[in-house]
């Protein structure tokens, strides 16, 4: 299973970036997938997740910045981040799983977030 994140970089704060996830090694179509990130001496943390059906879950404070959708037919995950803030600043990895038990992660993709 591979997971390849790309489209992160530096960003002025109110800027806009889109992350790109595309996978190989699973049936995409019935994974549920996800963004997480990790800021500088923190934990791991929750962004978004898409339903292998579509349905979408954000972190609170993601909700009306962040959009995460899914193209099966490509087998990618995009995050659009807008209205993008410092402590956004992080690395931000996709996950794809058809069990919570179970996750696969990708190897991150830096978001750097200037004020």
């Known amino acids: 299973v591979q997971l390849q994140a790309s489209g992160g970089g530096l960003v002025q704060a109110g800027g806009s970036l889109r992350l790109s996830c595309i996978a190989s090694?699973?049936?995409?179509?019935?994974?549920?997938m996800g963004w997480y990130r990790q800021a500088p001496g923190k934990s791991r943390e929750f962004v978004a997740d898409?339903?292998?059906?579509?349905?979408?879950n954000y972190a609170d404070s993601m909700k009306g910045r962040f959009t995460i959708s899914r193209d099966n037919a490509k087998k990618m995950v995009y995050l659009q981040m807008n209205s993008l803030k410092p402590e956004d600043t992080g690395v931000y990895y996709c996950?794809?799983?058809?069990?919570?038990?179970?996750?696969?992660w990708g190897q991150g993709t830096q978001v750097t977030v200037s004020s």
């Open positions: 996950a794809a799983w058809v069990t919570v038990m179970k996750k696969y």
């Open positions: 090694g699973i049936i995409f179509s019935l994974n549920n």
């Open positions: 898409i339903s292998y059906s579509g349905s979408t």
